[in-house]
């Protein structure tokens, strides 16, 4: 019964960030969208993208691997819109890519980069 409950609420709450990237300026949806991927742990591929709705969104995350802060790319490989966002702290379960090594940031593709 209790996991049939956690699941419900786990659901319920995956539309209502869901249903956050729909509503808002482009910016704030991007925002949203980034701030699921990089501190709630989301999969890139588990989101829609805010503007074309395809769920073909990636992201790449750089920064201090000690401190986990660092800054977050998050685009749509579809449409090729996105967000550049510093200042970010990673979840423990988002991949974070050392600055220390620039070679191992991956490189991202030329998108259009919503603002506020």
């Given at each position: 019964?209790?996991?049939?409950?956690?699941?419900?609420?786990?659901?319920?709450?995956?539309?209502?960030?869901?249903?956050?990237?729909?509503?808002?300026?482009?910016?704030?949806?991007?925002?949203?969208?980034?701030?699921?991927?990089?501190?709630?742990?989301?999969?890139?591929?588990e989101?829609?993208?805010?503007?074309?709705g395809?769920?073909?969104?990636?992201?790449?995350?750089?920064?201090?691997?000690?401190?986990?802060?660092?800054?977050?790319?998050?685009?749509?490989?579809?449409?090729?819109?996105?967000?550049?966002?510093?200042r970010?702290?990673?979840?423990?379960?988002?991949?974070?890519?050392?600055?220390?090594?620039p070679?191992a940031?991956?490189?991202?593709?030329?998108?259009h980069?919503?603002?506020?």
């Amino acid at each position: 019964m209790k996991k049939k409950a956690k699941t419900k609420a786990k659901a319920e709450a995956e539309a209502e960030a869901e249903a956050e990237t729909r509503t808002g300026s482009a910016f704030s949806r991007w925002s949203v969208l980034a701030g699921r991927i990089v501190s709630a742990g989301i999969r890139p591929e588990e989101a829609s993208c805010p503007r074309c709705g395809s769920r073909t969104v990636q992201c790449v995350v750089a920064g201090d691997t000690v401190t986990r802060v660092g800054y977050a790319r998050c685009w749509c490989a579809t449409c090729l819109h996105g967000i550049h966002v510093s200042r970010v702290r990673a979840a423990e379960g988002c991949p974070l890519h050392s600055w220390a090594d620039p070679d191992a940031v991956p490189d991202t593709p030329l998108f259009h980069e919503v603002h506020p």
